[in-house]
């Protein structure tokens, strides 16, 4: 999966350099049903009540903010992308994408997290 380059750019693959488990960040649980972000839910879910983020702001709002902001992003950035992004059966199901889409490129992917944007003070001062 390709990883954002002002988050490459903070250092964040430094992490991977720490470990010799193929996940960036090792050592997560893995649910009943193999799931190993539950664990990172809940960590999230600490921290938020710790500094008194509201109950309505869940680890799953990411996804959300990143689907909303790729749809309005960029028209060339295409549906089928951002749902293979996020982990999403695609949202459309055209003969093109049930049928004879095969795979996306890791280019294309890449296109699609850089059209994710943020105020470049979301990134000030970030060091892993």
């Known amino acids: 999966m390709p990883v954002h380059s002002k988050l490459i ?16 960040i090792p050592g997560l649980e893995t649910s009943k049903q193999g799931v190993r972000g539950a664990a990172l839910g809940r960590a999230f879910s600490l921290l938020k009540t710790r500094i008194g983020l509201p109950a309505e702001i869940t680890f799953h709002s990411f996804r959300h903010t990143v689907s909303t902001r790729l749809r309005n992003a960029d ?6 992308w951002i749902d293979r992004l996020l982990g999403h059966e695609a949202t459309h199901k055209s003969q093109g994408t049930t049928t004879y889409l095969t795979g ?3 280019a294309n992917l890449q296109q699609t997290i850089e059209a994710i944007s943020y105020p470049e003070t979301a990134f000030a001062n970030m060091t892993i």
Do not use: H, N, Q
């Not at 750019?9 to 960036?24: I, M, N, Q, R, W």
């Not at 028209?75 to 089928?80: C, D, K, L, M, P």
């Open 9 to 24: 750019e903070a250092g964040v693959l430094a992490l991977k350099d720490t470990t010799d488990s193929p996940y960036l």
């Open 75 to 80: 028209a060339s950035i295409r549906e089928v």
């Open 104 to 106: 996306i490129s890791t």
